[in-house]
């Protein structure tokens, strides 16, 4: 089993920053994901990565969020720069069991966490 407790959501302006962190509990998952929910629409994988650390990122946040865990591996990470008003949404950790390959699909995953808020203003 595998417990994900995230916190750093957050109201920020257009352009800003946030770096969400997930509290990771347990070791029976092969990969780490995020993944966002806004109001009407589904569930969308955003950064996931693996535990030789390859990650992979949806087109949508490329070049912006960056997913990193920390070397004891119980601490996932979101950094977000440049954020726009379209990234707000429920935000979400996740842990699936299998290792590879990367995956943003949510079926993929099992374990997830409450979720945090965020909220870009232009």
């Known amino acids: 089993q595998v417990h994900l407790v995230e916190s750093g959501g957050d109201s920020v302006q257009a352009g800003g920053s946030l770096r969400l962190s997930c509290v990771v509990s347990g070791n029976n998952y092969g990969t780490l994901g995020w993944f966002r929910q806004a109001p009407g629409k589904e569930r969308e994988g955003i950064a996931g990565i693996v535990r030789d650390g390859i990650t992979t990122y949806a087109d949508s946040v490329k070049g912006r969020f960056t997913i990193s865990q920390d070397n004891a591996k119980t601490s996932l990470y979101l950094q977000m720069n440049n954020l726009k008003s379209e990234d707000t949404a429920m935000y979400y950790c996740?842990?699936?069991?299998?290792?590879?390959?990367?995956?943003?699909?949510?079926?993929?995953?099992?374990?997830w966490g409450q979720g945090t808020q965020v909220t870009v203003s232009s």
């Open positions: 996740a842990g699936g069991l299998y290792g590879w390959p990367p995956t943003l699909n949510p079926r993929d995953y099992v374990y």
